[in-house]
């Protein structure tokens, strides 16, 4: 399962952030496993407006404050259906 699946699985499930946000702290903390090289850039890196490292990969992100991320709605209710919960 990617990243990206278990971040949003994890706001589904109230594991991490609150109201579709979450700040680069929580994230990195939450997923200590990874290597904080990846963690670190992950919710930059998924940003809507600026994040342009690829042009397939699927950006979730808007930044609403330092360090701190909402989720776009439409990728929460995306995974929610792969998962069958709507």
């Known amino acids: 399962m990617s990243l990206r699946e278990r971040f949003l699985d994890a706001l589904i499930d109230g594991h ?3 109201n579709g946000e979450v700040s680069r702290r929580q994230f990195m903390a939450f997923f200590g496993e990874e290597k904080k090289t990846y963690t670190g850039v992950f919710l930059s ?5 600026t994040g342009h490292h690829s042009l397939t990969y699927r950006h979730l992100t808007e930044r609403v404050d330092k360090g701190v991320y909402r989720v776009d709605p439409n990728a929460i209710s995306e995974r929610r259906r792969e998962r069958g919960l709507i």
């Not at 890196?45 to 407006?49: F, G, Q, V």
Request: hydrophobic share 25%.
């Open 16 to 18: 991490l952030g609150h």
């Open 45 to 49: 890196n998924s940003e809507m407006e």
